[in-house]
């Protein structure tokens, strides 16, 4: 009779160390869950208002159709103006991302791009890069540019 109370004792100590365990999983998954909820809130609310346009899908569109404007039409144009021969409109890509991009950042964006890629931002011309490479310069001086967003 003391070996049966014994077992039904462990017994009853197990189920209750499970049950223990279970719902001290559901909770520990509950509060995980609250605090992934609001981790994604804090990092959506920190994102400016062009970080989110520059992920759409028509952004994305338009930035792969200049790129490849770029690379078809201006293959042989510096990227840089001061490497190039005339100083206006479609003479360096830092020129034509800024006009696009009502921009001033293009130089910047384009020397981390370089700098990245291995490729002599001075010497290099649009062809050099890829058309990632165009659309990652033009999205970042977008998102630091004072062009209004839907236009």
Not at 14 to 42: D, H, I, P, Q
Request: charged letters at 25%.
């Amino acid at each position: 009779m003391k070996q049966k109370k014994s077992i039904f004792f462990t017994g009853g100590l197990v189920v209750a160390l499970a049950g223990s365990f279970f719902l001290g999983g559901m909770a520990s998954m509950g509060r995980a869950e609250v605090s992934a909820e609001t981790a994604a809130l804090s990092e959506l609310n920190e994102r400016s208002e062009k970080e989110i346009a520059a992920e759409g899908d028509g952004f994305a569109q338009a930035c792969i159709e200049f790129a490849q404007y770029l690379l078809s039409d201006y293959p042989d144009c510096p990227l840089l103006d001061e490497s190039a021969k005339e100083h206006w409109g479609d003479s360096s890509l830092e020129n034509m991302v800024n006009d696009v991009n009502a921009g001033h950042t293009a130089k910047e964006a384009i020397l981390a791009v370089c700098e990245t890629g291995g490729l002599d931002a001075e010497t290099a011309v649009i062809s050099d890069l890829t058309k990632e490479q165009i659309m990652e310069i033009d999205r970042k001086v977008f998102i630091e540019s004072d062009h209004p967003i839907g236009e």
